[in-house]
Structure formats: structure tokens, C-alpha cells
Nanobody, 123 residues
Framework: QVQLVESGGGLVQAGGSLRLSCAAS????????MGWFRQAPGKEREFVAT????????YYGESVKGRFTISRDNAKNTLYLQLNSLKAEDTAVYYC????????????????WGQGTQVTVSS
């Protein structure tokens, strides 16, 4: 089992940047594909980005492509999400997740989830 704890969220003005972190503990972090998802009030959980075990392959949701960057440091058991050029519509709770099957944009491909960190973008 993997335990995931997100951090780095907060309040930022539109056009600003944030860096989210997800600290993993438990089983070997490098064995897992990792992903970021987000959920705004009243909306379904939305795929943001995913990364393979080595960090060599990444895949992004259309709404964040070119603005967000996913990365990982296996030596530190940490996943990151760099958020740039933030917009009001990026406001949501951001979740990291771990899976073992493949790069995926689907929530059901991820077995382990963190509790989330709130990102609020003021316009």
C-alpha cells in the first residue's frame, strides 16, 4: 500500500504560479505510475496529468497542456505539479494518485489517492 500526502496549495492571483508536491510512503514509489487530478465544487473529478515510473513519459489534460508540468523525484519519493499561468477555472482541490497498470486519464486506473490540496485562483 502507498500513502500519499499533497502540499503546496494556496491562494494565488490569475497569471501566477504554484508548485504542488505529493509525498509518498509505503511501498516502492518508483514502481507506480502517478497522476494528478482535480475536482471543483459541483463537478466531477478531472484528469490533469500523469507520468510513468521513470519520468520519461507524460500526458496532460487538454485544459492544462502547455501551462502545467508534472515531474517526479524517485530518490525523494515525491511527485510534483508545476502550475503556471493560472486561471480562475483552475480553482479546485488537487489530488495525487498512484497506479500500477499504465499511463491513464481514468480515475479507476489509480488504486491509491491522497486527501487533496486546495488551489484557489482569484481573478
Amino acid at each position: 500500500q502507498v500513502q500519499l500526502v499533497e502540499s503546496g496549495g494556496g491562494l494565488v492571483q490569475a497569471g501566477g504560479s504554484l508548485r504542488l508536491s505529493c509525498a509518498a510512503s509505503g511501498r516502492t514509489f518508483s514502481n507506480y505510475y502517478m497522476g494528478w487530478f482535480r475536482q471543483a465544487p459541483g463537478k466531477e473529478r478531472e484528469f490533469v496529468a500523469t507520468i510513468n515510473w521513470s519520468g520519461s513519459n507524460t500526458y496532460y489534460g487538454e485544459s492544462v497542456k502547455g501551462r502545467f508540468t508534472i515531474s517526479r523525484d524517485n530518490a525523494k519519493n515525491t511527485l510534483y505539479l508545476q502550475l503556471n499561468s493560472l486561471k480562475a477555472e483552475d480553482t479546485a482541490v488537487y489530488y495525487c494518485a498512484a497506479g500500477t497498470n499504465r499511463l491513464s486519464s481514468r480515475t479507476y486506473d489509480y488504486a491509491y489517492w491522497g486527501q487533496g490540496t486546495q488551489v484557489t485562483v482569484s481573478s
